[in-house]
Nanobody, 125 residues
Framework: VQLQASGGGLVQAGASRRLSCLAS????????VAWFRQGPEKEREFLAA????????YYSDSVKDRFIIFRDNAKSTVYLQMDSLQPEDTAVYYC???????????????????WGQGTQVTVSS
């Protein structure tokens, strides 16, 4: 599967932004999809994931009250709705996918073997 992330840009603090991750290839339903980000001089950080099959959702504590992940299998797309953005949310945002990823592994980047190119989100104060 190939992934294309989009929707990044420059926003003011407090604004909302929706990122999209479009997948090409077959059997999208069988992939868990996650969003990660990497800020300047920071390590890559897990944000949210939606499991294949059950669509169980996973969130990091840092964004669970502001970000929502959801998928539209008919469009082979996973979205990340981000609200109340702050300057510390400035980062490159990546979507990633893994086939048939079981519950224990959905929040860990090393289990994802397909990655999009990243989309930059910059939040100004």
């Amino acid at each position: 599967v190939q992934l294309q992330a989009s929707g990044g840009g420059l926003v003011q603090a407090g604004a909302s932004r929706r990122l999209s991750c479009l997948a090409s290839g077959r059997a999208f339903n069988s992939y868990s999809v996650a969003w990660f980000r990497q800020g300047p001089e920071k390590e890559r950080e897990f944000l949210a994931a939606v499991r294949y099959g059950t669509s169980r959702l996973y969130y990091s504590d840092s964004v669970k009250d502001r970000f929502i992940i959801f998928r539209d299998n008919a469009k082979s797309t996973v979205y990340l709705q981000m609200d109340s953005l702050q300057p510390e949310d400035t980062a490159v945002y990546y979507c990633a996918a893994a086939s048939c990823l079981n519950d224990d592994y959905n929040t860990t980047d090393r289990y994802y073997n397909f990655w999009g190119q990243g989309t930059q989100v910059t939040v100004s104060s």
